[in-house]
């Protein structure tokens, strides 16, 4: 019997979903845009400013801070304090730097909905899925920087939320000298 209502509970929000999804026209879309840090999130913006659809209603700014206290192994409660505190500052930094683009964002495309969230999560891909399973984005946006050597969001993250999202992933990673015009493609 406990399984019967598990059952139905997963249905009732699986229904949720798609009808949300039906309640909006088809051909509009909303965006759930991972940022990284300031540099890559500038260079979100920019490809999201230089390819304006008109049916781009809403863009999501994400960041996940990886909850390192969620796989355990600290020795002590001092570590565990110290480590919870680096995670709150990091996380209250990251929604300051998110609403500094977001403004930036808003007053190159006023008719789009611009919102932000930073959340702490034990896993950034599983993050990224279940942000966009919850605000029922029809596409995430991966923005990777040509010139840094190591990526936080490629391959590791990516091909993580790329196997497991339900959602259609695309991958940006504009050529060194065509930063500025880089063009996102809606399908």
């Known amino acids: 019997m406990f399984f019967t209502r598990s059952k139905r509970k997963k249905e009732t929000i699986a229904k949720g979903n798609s009808q949300s999804s039906l309640n909006r026209p088809s051909n509009e879309v909303h965006l759930l845009v991972p940022i990284q840090d300031d540099d890559q999130g500038t260079l979100a ?99 990777q920087d040509p010139k840094r050597k190591r990526h936080w969001l490629i391959p590791g993250i990516s091909n993580r939320v790329l196997r497991t999202a339900s959602t259609p992933v695309q991958i940006i990673k504009p050529s060194r000298d065509q930063q500025d015009r880089a063009q996102l493609f809606v399908a």
Do not use: W, Y
């Open 45 to 143: 913006i920019s490809v999201l400013k230089n390819s304006h659809d008109d049916r781009v209603k809403s863009i999501r700014l994400f960041h996940c801070v990886e909850d390192r206290l969620a796989n355990g192994g600290f020795v002590s409660a001092v570590d565990i304090i110290q480590t919870s505190d680096n995670q709150n500052e990091k996380l209250e930094n990251s929604i300051l730097k998110l609403q500094q683009l977001a403004h930036r964002l808003s007053e190159d495309l006023p008719g789009v909905r611009v919102t932000v969230k930073s959340r702490l999560h034990p896993s950034v891909s599983g993050s990224i899925v279940d942000e966009a399973n919850l605000i029922d984005a029809t596409m995430i946006l991966f923005v």
